[in-house]
């Protein structure tokens, strides 16, 4: 190799490794989920599972979970590495009347909830709600929106504590859809309703495995 040729390459080596250190996304910060809370509610691994109960006919379905994540994604807004946790659920019979699929994720400001009600592949509602310190928003019936935090709460014979009560109608994926939920840091989503057009139906936590 000619001396010409080796200044060259040596040139275009320097001239890369200035463009990755000018890159923004190369020296992006991390951003970890930091709050142990929030490390549990969005942790369970493959073999977890929840049972559900449809409160109006009394059948009941599991959902089993099929994928956990811990990775980072890279936000352009921010330019940070945001740690994300969380994992997918998916209903043993799909073409059933239980919703497909639930999903919960969490990233270092909050929690996030999607629970998908249209096939498999379908549409749903999703919600991101801050944590911790959001005790003092009110539900609002009327717009379909709202959170609280509730220290204690008791339904269908359990006994729960720190859940979090949704109503997401502001994000939602279809515009007929919506979802009121309640979900505990320690328990999982224990209960929710569907709103599907004209109809409205309620699930409860029957049992649960969850393996962290």
Not at 79 to 105: H, K, M, W
Request: proline share 4%; glycine share 8%.
């Amino acid at each position: 190799m000619s001396t010409k040729s080796l200044y060259f390459g040596l040139a275009i080596i320097i001239l890369v490794a200035s463009c990755k250190q000018n890159d923004p996304q190369v020296n992006a910060p991390r951003i970890p989920v930091s709050d142990q809370r929030l490390i549990d509610a969005a942790t369970a691994k493959v073999g977890s599972y929840f049972v559900y109960q449809d409160s109006a006919t009394g059948v009941t379905d599991s959902f089993g979970v099929i994928s956990f994540t811990d990775n980072y994604y890279y936000s352009g807004i921010d330019n940070s590495y945001f740690e994300n946790i969380g994992y997918l659920a998916v209903n043993d019979t799909i073409a059933g009347t239980f919703p497909p699929r639930i999903s919960i994720g969490a990233r270092a400001s909050g929690v996030e909830l999607s629970i998908w009600t249209h096939g498999f592949l379908g549409t749903g509602a999703a919600v991101f709600f801050p944590f911790p310190g959001i005790g003092n928003v009110q539900l609002n019936d009327a717009t379909g929106t709202g959170i609280r935090f509730l220290p204690k709460f008791s339904e269908n014979g359990h006994n729960y504590i720190n859940v979090y009560e949704v109503i997401a109608h502001d994000r939602q994926i279809h515009s007929e859809v919506w979802i009121h939920s309640w979900f505990s840091i320690l328990d999982g989503l224990v209960k929710f309703r569907v709103f599907d057009t004209s109809k409205s139906t309620t699930y409860y936590l029957l049992r649960s495995k969850i393996i962290k």
